[in-house]
């Protein structure tokens, strides 16, 4: 089985500071996506690589960047934390085009 | 305009009373639906895959239709462990990857 793994389940930070979301996956595939979870609004694609340092932006990028250095990890940095990116925070991989997406169980992100 | 509308938003069965969910969808051209499971406090569980009209696929108490406008989500005799939200996402052909998801449904199973 696929497994998607999120380092924190958990995370309060402040206004201003820098955060860091890791996301490791075990299966050797190829894409990896970011995708913000809020009620009413559903899942939103934050941000997708789908090789080793490359990346796209997805519906909501602005206040994101990511970082994929290497094939089994995906992260996601907020440049500087605001209360508007308080939410869910959810990774996943997929093996290609029309292939599933696999997800992890997600951060629950506080911005104080 | 949303490309995947679910609906109902929400739905209360009782144990073992059939019912279908809907997700409607605008694209113009289909690489694939899925249909995914959410538990409370967990990411999306894969549950199907649909190509094609006319495609159905089965999972125990579920079942997955495709047309070339909708999918459904049979669930027959349901079993309050089935209570969870349903996820459907739709990926466009040359969308390089990308799912677009609906709002999901939130399913509540009584005993």
């Known amino acids: 089985d696929v497994k998607v793994t999120q380092s924190s389940r958990y995370l309060v930070k402040r206004t201003g500071e820098k955060v860091f979301l890791e996301c490791v996956q075990d299966?050797?595939?190829?894409?990896m996506f970011w995708y913000r979870q809020d009620p009413g609004l559903g899942l939103r694609l934050i941000y997708f690589s789908y090789d080793v340092k490359m990346k796209e932006k997805g519906d909501i990028p602005e206040g994101y960047s990511v970082s994929r250095e290497k094939k089994e990890r995906f992260s996601l940095i907020l440049e500087s934390a605001s209360t508007n990116q308080t939410s869910m925070y959810l990774c996943?991989?997929?093996?290609?085009?029309?292939?599933?997406?696999?997800f992890g169980d997600g951060t629950r992100l506080s911005i104080l | 305009e949303d490309q995947v509308t679910q609906s109902p938003e929400a739905l209360r069965l009782q144990e073992g009373e059939s019912s279908s969910l809907n997700c409607s969808y605008t694209v113009s051209g289909l690489r694939g639906l899925f249909w995914y499971r959410q538990d409370p406090g967990k990411g999306p569980e894969f549950l199907f895959t649909?190509?094609?009209a006319g495609e159905e696929k089965e999972k125990e108490r579920l079942k997955a239709t495709l047309t070339k406008k909708e999918s459904f989500l049979h669930i027959t005799a349901p079993k309050p462990e089935d209570s969870a939200t349903y996820l459907c996402a739709v990926q466009e052909t040359g969308a390089n990857s990308k799912l677009t998801f609906g709002k999901g449904i939130t399913l509540s199973v009584r005993p």
């Open positions: 299966m050797d595939h190829e894409n």
């Open positions: 996943a991989s997929s093996l290609g085009q029309g292939r599933s997406q696999h």
């Open positions: 649909l190509y094609s």
